[in-house]
């Protein structure tokens, strides 16, 4: 999740296409899951044949439950990596709640998450309410815990913690309510992010005792955990990288066969299980790229698959972060945490959540969730630049969203019931908007972080079209007449036949000139987040 790797660039600049000869360190061998075959091939050429569906284009939003064991102890992001370095609040909240990490690692949380008071289908409802035309559930994190009944994977949620299939709860919730299913993998760098656990405290009464990361199958007799392998858990037995960076390069242990075959027979086992329409790979291009080809097998399999279940028409949707221009060609281009400052060629996807990824109970105690109103805005901005926004409500360890998670998505599904027209089965216009935030710069970095540095308001302007429909949206309510100078005489020939505002009657005054529309400031503002123009031609 940090900077692209030095191999994988000078592969691309070097020859995109030799690629499809390229040679791995780790490549999945024969004898594991075979990968359906068909118009896809394991390799960047091939995938290039990619072509975004339409139903994804036209959804825009879709929310997600990036819900796992770390949720449990309500302290946000990386519980599973944090709580074994010493000193930190992770650190000290688990001395508190469990134990010294050398007795009571992550594993323990695992065991203490029971989501006894899960109802997928009630949440299902409420995101749909919400407008969300998809969702996204989480079928393993970073902590290495499967949310099925994997066959690969024996620290599932049918064995331990909620003893659960959580993946087929949401699956059926989500058909239930007729959403477009999706799951996010992020367990290809539990190798690295799990490290810390074979570290050990520095000082104080533990000093040089060893974490729980190497700890070992025997050594469970009697426990709750009894006949389990934790290294299949924190997969640890192997030396610590140099420095931390999410690349497979620049001091990082690399992952071994058995590791990278493991991971693709898991997600490949998670495929055919569930079939779902789309998958979020939390990596830098695709999982253990570019050492293993574990990553480009599972890509031409979801596709291959997908086109298998749809009478030989592609629906699937797959996403990957930081890539090449060519790379965008054979998947859907994620942007975590913000949004490129120009319109895209390519259809695309920003991520974001209202709080941390992983349930933090700070956050609701603070007041510090994401409003109604910072979503819609930053949805009308990704929309206008041929974007998608994925928007995820942290879940509890109980399986429930807090009463101010409730009144983000209320403030949601007001604005939306007025105006989602304007917003589902659009498409991007000649330019994208005008206004302060349109004339800055703002550039992504890294795999996105740059939400919220800009401040929009009611004099920046997004646009999207659909058929000879124009909508102009205000990302506040006008204090005066507004001003399009997109819309002059000079850049727009065709005559406009009639304004109106979405979700009011009032009849508007307008004119166009040579530089600019004017229309005359609205009596009636529906809702305050944002106002929308329907301009008719």
């Known amino acids: 999740m940090k900077t692209v790797s030095v191999i994988a660039c000078l592969i691309f600049f070097l020859n995109f296409d030799s690629i499809a000869q390229e040679k791995y360190p780790s490549p999945v061998r024969p004898g594991n899951e075979p990968m359906a075959t068909g118009k896809f091939e394991p390799n960047w050429t091939s995938l290039q044949q990619y072509k975004v569906p339409d139903w994804f284009r036209n959804a825009k939003f879709g929310i997600w439950a990036h819900w796992g064991p770390q949720c449990q102890a309500e302290q946000g992001d990386w519980y599973a990596r944090g709580m074994y370095e010493e000193g930190s609040g992770y650190y000290k909240y688990q001395m508190a709640q469990y134990g010294h990490p050398s007795k009571a690692g992550f594993k323990e949380v695992i065991h203490d998450w029971k989501a006894q008071n899960w109802n997928p289908e009630k949440l299902v409802a409420l995101y749909k309410r919400a407008g969300a035309q998809y969702f996204f559930a989480m079928a393993n994190h970073h902590d290495n815990l499967d949310m099925w009944d994997s066959k690969y994977q024996e620290w599932n949620t049918t064995r331990v913690g909620p003893q659960k299939n959580i993946i087929e709860g949401w699956s059926k919730a989500a058909k239930k309510y007729k959403l477009p299913f999706g799951l996010s993998v992020h367990?290809?760098?539990?190798?690295?992010?799990?490290e810390t656990a074979q570290k050990a405290d520095t000082s104080g009464e533990y000093k040089g005792i060893p974490y729980d990361g190497n700890i070992t199958k025997a050594?469970?007799?009697?426990?709750?955990?009894?006949?389990?392998?934790?290294?299949?858990?924190?997969?640890?037995n192997h030396p610590l990288s140099t420095s931390f960076n999410w690349e497979w390069s620049n001091g990082c242990s690399v992952p071994n066969q058995a590791y990278c075959e493991k991971f693709y027979n898991r997600t490949m086992d998670m495929i055919n299980k569930f079939n779902p329409d789309l998958i979020y790979f939390d990596d830098t291009e695709l999982p253990l790229y570019p050492i293993s080809d574990a990553g480009l097998k599972l890509a031409a399999h979801f596709y291959n698959h997908n086109m298998a279940t749809h009478n030989g028409k592609l629906e699937a949707v797959l996403f990957g972060k930081i890539l090449f221009d060519e790379q965008k060609k054979c998947m859907v281009w994620d942007v975590e945490r913000g949004a490129p400052d120009k319109l895209q060629p390519l259809p695309w996807q920003k991520c974001t959540c209202i709080g941390d990824w992983h349930y933090n109970r700070g956050r609701y105690t603070n007041n510090y969730y994401v409003s109604a109103k910072e979503v819609i805005l930053m949805l009308i901005?990704?929309?206008?630049?041929?974007?998608?926004?994925?928007?995820?409500?942290?879940?509890?360890?109980?399986g429930t969203i807090d009463d101010k998670e409730v009144i983000v998505l209320e403030g949601i599904a007001a604005w939306m019931d007025i105006n989602k027209e304007s917003i589902f089965s659009t498409r991007p216009w000649k330019i994208y908007?005008?206004?302060p935030t349109a004339d800055s710069s703002?550039?992504?970095?890294?795999?996105?972080?740059?939400?919220?540095?800009?401040?929009?308001?009611?004099k920046d302007i997004r646009y999207n079209q659909k058929g000879k429909v124009l909508y102009a949206t205000l990302l506040g309510v006008p204090t005066r007449n507004v001003c399009m100078k997109s819309l002059?005489?000079?850049k727009e020939k065709a005559q406009i036949k009639n304004i109106e505002v979405?979700?009011?009657?009032?009849?508007?005054?307008?004119?166009?000139?040579?530089?600019?529309?004017?229309?005359?400031?609205?009596?009636?503002?529906?809702?305050?987040?944002?106002?929308?123009?329907k301009i008719q031609k």
Do not use: C
């Open 187 to 194: 367990a290809s760098h539990a190798w690295m992010f799990y």
């Open 219 to 236: 050594q469970g007799k009697g426990t709750w955990w009894d006949g389990l392998d934790p290294q299949e858990l924190y997969a640890q």
């Open 381 to 398: 901005d990704v929309v206008s630049k041929n974007g998608n926004m994925l928007l995820n409500i942290p879940v509890r360890g109980d």
């Open 433 to 435: 908007g005008e206004g």
């Open 442 to 458: 703002n550039p992504i970095k890294e795999q996105g972080f740059n939400e919220g540095k800009t401040k929009y308001s009611e």
């Open 488 to 490: 002059g005489n000079k």
């Open 502 to 533: 979405l979700g009011s009657k009032e009849k508007l005054s307008w004119k166009q000139y040579s530089d600019s529309l004017v229309i005359q400031k609205p009596k009636t503002i529906p809702n305050a987040i944002a106002v929308v123009f």
